[in-house]
């Protein structure tokens, strides 16, 4: 069975600096994708980026990118010039290809100090 | 376009008692998928519905049910509630079964006494 752990529940940054999150999964899927979603305390999940596991690149969307390391099941999301608006729940979530079922982390909450 | 739209966002309700969630998809859409939120198991995958049809389910009792319309709405039945139903239940819809994303809705917070 496929797994998501998020080793770190508390991550704190400060405005305009960088910070890195944690992702590392588990399975023998060749083929499957990777997200991150972020959920403020709204509670609504928005989704902040998307890898597929077939492509080499990582993806970037603004200040969000990922570290995609296929070899290592590693995932990690850099946020660069961290805002306010940043500070929520973050949450990684892996999807086999062919199944539609997100399978997430523990999440890890991050707080961004003005 | 509209977002995934899901009613009612809160509900309370008493051990025993039974529930229905809905959730709308955003337009064209029509793969929807539920999961339960939980500040103890986390975020579980319920179930999974295509073309009124149920593809997928995750490891939950039969008490947990689930339809959907040819307009692919889709409700959701929880029966004989227990307090360890309380939760966030969050509703996401795609365009097919085969595309990636999944777009979330703002869920409903059901508590159960």
């Known amino acids: 069975a496929q797994t998501v752990t998020q080793s770190q529940p508390e991550m704190s940054v400060q405005e305009a600096e960088t910070v890195t999150l944690s992702c590392t999964y588990d399975?023998?899927?060749?083929?499957?994708?990777l997200f991150w979603y972020k959920q403020p305390p709204s509670r609504q999940m928005i989704l902040v980026i998307r890898q597929e596991a077939y492509k080499q690149q990582n993806a970037t969307e603004n200040r969000f990118s990922v570290n995609f390391q296929k070899a290592a099941k590693s995932f990690s999301l850099k946020i660069s010039d961290s805002q306010l608006g940043d500070a929520a729940m973050y949450f990684c979530a892996y999807r086999s290809a062919n199944i539609v079922k997100l399978i997430f982390g523990t999440g890890t909450l991050l707080a961004v100090q003005p | 376009k509209a977002g995934v739209t899901q009613t009612p966002r809160y509900l309370i309700k008493t051990r025993g008692q039974q529930v229905t969630l809905s959730c709308s998809p955003i337009s064209g859409h029509r793969s929807v998928s539920w999961y339960q939120q939980t500040p103890g198991q986390g975020l579980q995958f319920l179930f999974e519905?295509?073309?009124?049809?149920?593809?997928n389910k995750g490891n939950f009792p039969g008490r947990f049910s689930g339809r959907q319309f040819s307009n692919s709405r889709s409700e959701m039945n929880v029966s004989t509630l227990e307090l360890g139903d309380s939760a966030l239940y969050l509703c996401a819809s795609s365009l097919t079964p085969g595309e990636e994303t999944q777009y979330f809705g703002p869920g409903t917070r059901l508590l159960v006494l």
């Open positions: 399975t023998s899927e060749s083929d499957y994708y």
């Open positions: 519905y295509f073309s009124e049809t149920q593809r």
